[in-house]
């Protein structure tokens, strides 16, 4: 009975037309540890043929192929060519399906935690600390300009203080600031890394910015 096998991974070169056929290859690492006594497992390169229909049905083509994670289930062949087989194995392709990328998880950044030694002065009200860079700005805020003067009285504030008048307001599940942006801005032209922070008490939208 032929031997069945599946090779999974992104295709290594481009996708080549043989008449009436199309190859590519494909790379399948061994196995970093093996018997004792015995030689190490290495990269064996298998050249994938496949036919039109396969490509069009699985969504490949000349210009995606290289970005896809694939899986081509088939039959291992020797009886090929070298000019139309440069890879060690040929893959007669039975099926060939592109496999889903698994999402990269967004890691809601979490307040700083600071030791009391190093805790940097803050302003009264103050629930926790957390980077400035971590603090999500809705659009709404960047699009408005608070009073020019008022920001200028915060700034000042700071230099004569070293800290905000006010905490910041942000939601703590989205790290959405949701009141505060005049000292956002200030913190952001001081470069102060390290803000104090409340937390919302309600569920209403985003408020604008108080005496702007």
Known sequence: MPHKMTVTGKPVGPLCQKGSFYTFDMEESGSPSSPKGLPGGSTITYTVFLNQKQLQKAGLTAKNINQQKIMVQGEPTLDVSVDDCPGEIGLICFQVTILPEKPEKKETAKPVKIQAAEKPKAPKGTEDFLERKAIVVPEAFLNSHPNPEKTQQVINYVKQTGHLDEPLTINRQTNMLTDGYRRYIVAQQL?????????????ASIKSEKNT
């Not at 470069?191 to 569920?203: A, D, G, H, N, S």
């Open 191 to 203: 470069e102060l890394e390290i803000v104090p922070v409340i937390y919302e008490k309600e569920t």
